[in-house]
């Protein structure tokens, strides 16, 4: 069975300074792992995705994310917020070759101004 | 390209009381999914089709809930009776045989 654990249910930072989201993931077998951001009233968009490919996934709106194996982690990064990225953000999993995901309990991102 | 609909966008009912919630996925997509988001959780997976065939229900609760896709396109979720327990946001999401699932806006539903 697969799972996610983020650290961190709120997360503030300031317009211009790093977002990091942390996502630890465990896993039966090799996992894919996932990010969305839900605006709110909105439904999920998918940021990045890592299929087993290169272990660092770029994704849109300049977020990227670093798969390390021995860390079990998949942490999600922007080097410089803007307002925009206010949002909550969900690390989700699954298993290769099963599109069903499992989603963390998310983490919620303010930016102060 | 048009996204996934969902309707209602908001329902209140009182407990015991009967809820559908309808969806309609990107064209083409074949396989479809609902989701139960409860307040400060992320989404729990309650069933998936392909066309019109039930992949996994596992964690559906059956004996209140019910999901059709006829003819491998709409999609309904049904709850009979409502318990207070089951205030969420429903989605419904699609896909294309991939791993990118497209979410709709959702369906918050209040049971007081």
């Known amino acids: 069975a697969q799972s996610v654990t983020q650290l961190g249910s709120h997360v503030s930072v300031s317009e211009g300074a790093l977002v990091l989201l942390r996502c630890n993931y465990s896993s039966s077998v090799p996992p894919y792992l996932f990010w969305y951001v839900q605006y709110p009233n909105q439904g999920l968009q998918l940021l990045l995705k890592?299929?087993?490919?290169?272990?660092l996934v770029k994704g849109i709106n300049g977020f990227e994310a670093e798969f390390k194996k021995s860390e079990t982690s998949f942490h999600l990064t922007k080097p410089s917020a803007h307002m925009s990225d206010a949002a909550e953000y969900f690390c989700a999993v699954s298993a290769p070759n099963d599109y069903k995901l499992s989603f963390g309990a998310g983490t919620t991102v303010t930016v102060r101004a | 390209e048009a996204g996934v609909a969902q309707s209602p966008r908001y329902k209140i009912i009182e407990k015991r009381q009967s809820v559908a919630f309808w969806c309609n996925p990107i064209?083409?997509?074949?396989?479809l999914y609902w989701y139960q988001q409860i307040l400060g959780q992320g989404p729990k997976l309650l069933i998936q089709?392909?066309?019109?065939?039930?992949?996994?229900d596992s964690q559906l609760p059956k004996d209140r809930f019910s999901a059709e896709r006829l003819k491998g396109v709409d999609s309904t979720l049904k709850i009979q009776p409502a318990k207070l327990e089951d205030s969420a946001v429903y989605l419904c999401?699609?896909?294309?045989?991939?791993?990118?699932?497209?979410f709709g806006p959702g369906t918050r539903l209040t049971v007081t």
């Open positions: 064209s083409g997509h074949a396989t």
């Open positions: 999401a699609s896909s294309l045989s991939s791993y990118e699932q497209y």
């Open positions: 089709f392909q066309n019109n065939g039930v992949v996994d």
């Open positions: 890592y299929t087993s490919a290169a272990t």
